[in-house]
T-cell receptor, first 113, second 109 residues
Framework: EAGVVQSPRYKIIEKKQPVAFWCNPISGHNTLYWYLQNLGQGPELLIRYENEEAVDDSQLPKDRFSAERLKGVDSTLKIQPAELGDSAVYLC???????????FGPGTRLTVT | DQQVKQNSPSLSVQEGRISILNCDYTNSMFDYFLWYKKYPAEGPTFLISISSIKDKNEDGRFTVFLNKSAKHLSLHIVPSQPGDSAVYFCAASYNDMRFGAGTRLTVKP
């Protein structure tokens, strides 16, 4: 069974530029999560989807971050414009339902210069 | 607001000995607890979990203990192997999952 796929794995951009991350969850997993992980810290939830509905986006900085999950499968997370402080690893995870074990992709390491 | 805390940033043990990783939480609403393992340049991998109705769950060399009154859980690895060297994250869930900051385990041959 294929795991969670994320692309790109690495991205370097200049500040004020836009950037987008893509995630394909495990087949059949209705719940999809985007996390932010800073160095030396655990993952922090940005947004959670149940199918195509964003059910928890309270931690998403909506002035510059946006996400979508069209058709309840793949998801895209966008930052526009990027700031220096956005440099981090962006993780996507999926699960069969909320509250149980989640399966993570390899993450996208973003560097904003 | 750190609801899940791992107070030891690192732990070093000898191969064959026991590794004990600790985690404390503050929110009594949490009803499901998990441990994840993370290697460099990879995402966290689910290791073992425990429901709040239990106090112990065992899977091979890995055992998780839950003490609800103390709001504390621990992960025991016996015997420890060099391949266990990784960062271990504790997580707790009731709707959303909250993660600790991780403990870097080094198992020396």
């Amino acid at each position: 069974e294929a795991g969670v796929v994320q692309s790109p794995r690495y991205k370097i951009i200049e500040k004020k530029q836009p950037v987008a991350f893509w995630c394909n969850p495990i087949s059949g997993h209705n719940t999809l999560y985007w996390y932010l992980q800073n160095l030396g810290q655990g993952p922090e939830l940005l947004i959670r989807y149940e199918n195509e509905e964003a059910v928890d986006d309270s931690q998403l900085p909506k002035d510059r971050f946006s996400a979508e999950r069209l058709k309840g499968v793949d998801s895209t997370l966008k930052i526009q414009p990027a700031e220096l402080g956005d440099s981090a690893v962006y993780l996507c995870a999926s699960s069969l339902k909320t509250g149980i074990e989640q399966y993570f992709g390899p993450g996208t390491r973003l560097t904003v210069t | 607001d750190q609801q899940v805390k791992q107070n030891s940033p690192s732990l070093s043990v000898q191969e064959g000995r026991i590794s004990i990783l600790n985690c404390d939480y503050t929110n009594s609403m949490f009803d499901y607890f998990l441990w994840y393992k993370k290697y460099p340049a990879e995402g966290p991998t689910f290791l073992i979990s425990i429901s709040s109705i239990k106090d112990k769950n065992e899977d091979g060399r890995f055992t998780v203990f839950l003490n609800k009154s103390a709001k504390h859980l621990s992960l025991h690895i016996v015997p420890s192997q060099p391949g266990d060297s990784a960062v271990y994250f504790c997580a707790a869930s009731y709707n959303d999952m909250r993660f600790g900051a991780g403990t870097r385990l080094t198992v020396k041959p």
